[in-house]
């Protein structure tokens, strides 16, 4: 952090607790909404309504068509017409009648066109949610973390609710529609609430329809343009772990799991959330491991982490590692999501230049969340297809070839990173600024 924002932060007033319990509820919300059903959807997708791989795919790639497609016009709304809580709160109510119309659907064509309307109307809420905490926090990087980790914890609580909760009551709960119930739930009552939330009024003027195109220019960087690439292929390898990790964790051709965990049955959901609980424990230590590794190796060893997790899924497929080892790595996805994501959020505003730092955040969320995941999900769903064998009924997949696929494209992406980008130099003027970690030696 540069010295002149840490003295800024430091002077501004504290944030008032009733303002951060309102917004603390807002941000638990918005993510246990996502996060009651888009780990699981994949088992019910399957395990449900018999989809296959390459549907599966199809139907995961909506959420990042809607972070493609949904800014240009929603933003030019809240921008000029509606306030953002008014808006967020519209959008989450309507949210709520497509998830529950989703949690009816038995056609994979009807449950596509379904969850591409939800994923328009629920991807601009997750910039509504943080531009509205922006706007009323004293100051933004001392107050938003904070805030923010509600979030992340909204997230594990409706995969715990999700995985050894609703298990109480009903058998095989996340290959039902329960858990799509579930997030219409919480959509409804984050709809009514956010007409509760600060009020936060339009200003008035047009934004940019499409703000990641006047950063187009970083790419003649030949660092940015490594950076970039990379984190474009990073991202469609991702998209293995969100649309078919429940999936292969569920499946019998992974060895047979423990029944038991603490006395508590082993559900997908609820173990899933590891990734999360890692993701929060290592966030705070995130400026330490840049500070001592640099920002160059941060990222890397982000990057190695995917592979790792990528390399024990396929060899806990083939049986040539314990079980326990596969349900240990999904750890590895706190050190894979703050390592690279939050480190690449860091790496944009620290080297883009002032003037378009905004317009490189969209750039690379949407390289990565956007196109990058929609693809990853268009390809994982066809390779998942193309190693599956048996009728759709019982089908037979071989998940060592699946998981060893975005193993090696990870390894791959992680050399050509390692040798082709570079942190350059600050000139004396910026280094006076602060830096957020070390220029590469």
Known sequence: MAHGESSTALAAPPLEMGLRINLSVMMFLQFA?????????????????????????????????????????IGQIADRYFASEKLMGILHLAGGGLLFLMAQMRDANAFFIIALLYALVYSPTLVLSNSI????????GRDFPSIRVMGTIGWIAANVIVGSVLPLFINNAIATNRPLLLGCGYSVVLGVYSFFLPHTPPTGKAGDAFPALRAIGLLSSPSFAVFFGVSFIITIVLAFYYSFAGNYLESSTLPQLPEKVLNVKLEVATVMTIGQWAELIL?????????????????????????????????GASGQVDPWVVIASLALHGVCFDFFFAAGFIYVDNEAPPAIRASGQ???????????????????????????????DHPVRDWYMIWLIPSVGVLVSLLIFVVFFHIRRKPPADALAGDAYPPEA
């Open 33 to 73: 909404v996502w996060g009651s059903w888009f780990v699981v959807l994949g088992v019910y997708l399957e395990k449900g309504l018999g989809f296959g791989g390459t549907q599966i795919g199809l139907i995961y790639s909506t959420m990042a068509l809607g972070t493609i497609f949904a800014p240009m016009f």
């Open 133 to 140: 905490t922006f706007t009323h926090v004293p100051s933004g």
């Open 283 to 315: 966030l705070p230590f995130l400026p330490i491991f840049l500070r001592y590794l640099g920002m160059k190796w941060v990222l890397a060893v982000g990057m190695l982490a995917w592979g790792v997790r990528y390399l024990l899924f396929a060899l």
């Open 362 to 392: 969209a750039l690379f969320t949407f390289l990565t969340y956007g196109v990058g995941m929609w693809l990853g999900n268009m390809l994982s769903g066809y390779i998942v297809d193309f190693y599956t064998t048996g009728p759709q």
